[in-house]
């Protein structure tokens, strides 16, 4: 044990905190989102769910979904995390997926510019209401513990509403 302890320490002035710096080129502009919260005539239902190497399917119950506005910033964003704008994951693993640190931080309105929802025990969630012919980011969690470790990461998916339609998606790794 102690011998592990000791070539973690060793090595991690090799992998520094093990983040990735991203120097975003756009600017959030809250006027170009200020539609989020009106009502509209589109529905967006979804599942969120990850296999396990084991054969297990794990889902996104009870976490959080963000409905995300596309637009040039939130779309940089996306490529940053998910190296995609159209479907992406992000694993818990800092090997393989380090942490990135925006440079500016995203402000306030940008996380105040979205919708939310739960996911249900079985992974579904839906948002009602939702303005028609634009375009969005879907993002949550699906993460377990297996010991000490956790796993599982984030997924994306960007979708386009239709008028008086319902969109259906799933988001899967």
Do not use: H
């Amino acid at each position: 044990m102690i011998k592990k302890f000791v070539i973690v320490i060793l090595l991690l002035p090799l992998f520094g905190c093990l983040t990735t710096n991203y120097d975003m080129t756009t600017i959030f502009n809250k006027d170009e989102v200020s539609w989020i919260n009106d009502k509209g005539s589109s529905t967006i239902t979804g599942q969120a769910f990850l296999n396990q190497k084991g054969g297990g399917v794990v889902t996104c119950a009870g976490r959080e979904v963000s409905l995300i506005p596309l637009t040039v910033y939130s779309t940089e964003r996306m490529n940053a995390i998910f190296k995609s704008s159209t479907k992406g994951y992000y694993g818990n693993d800092i090997y393989v997926y380090p942490e990135v640190v925006f440079n500016p931080s995203a402000p306030a309105e940008y996380f105040n510019s979205k919708r939310t929802a739960l996911c249900n025990a079985q992974g579904n969630f839906k948002f009602e209401d939702v303005p028609a012919n634009k375009e969005y980011f879907i993002l949550t969690n699906v993460t377990w513990e297996v010991g000490a470790a956790a796993q599982g990461g984030s997924l994306m998916i960007k979708v386009t509403t239709t008028e008086n339609e319902t969109t259906e998606t799933i988001l899967v790794n």
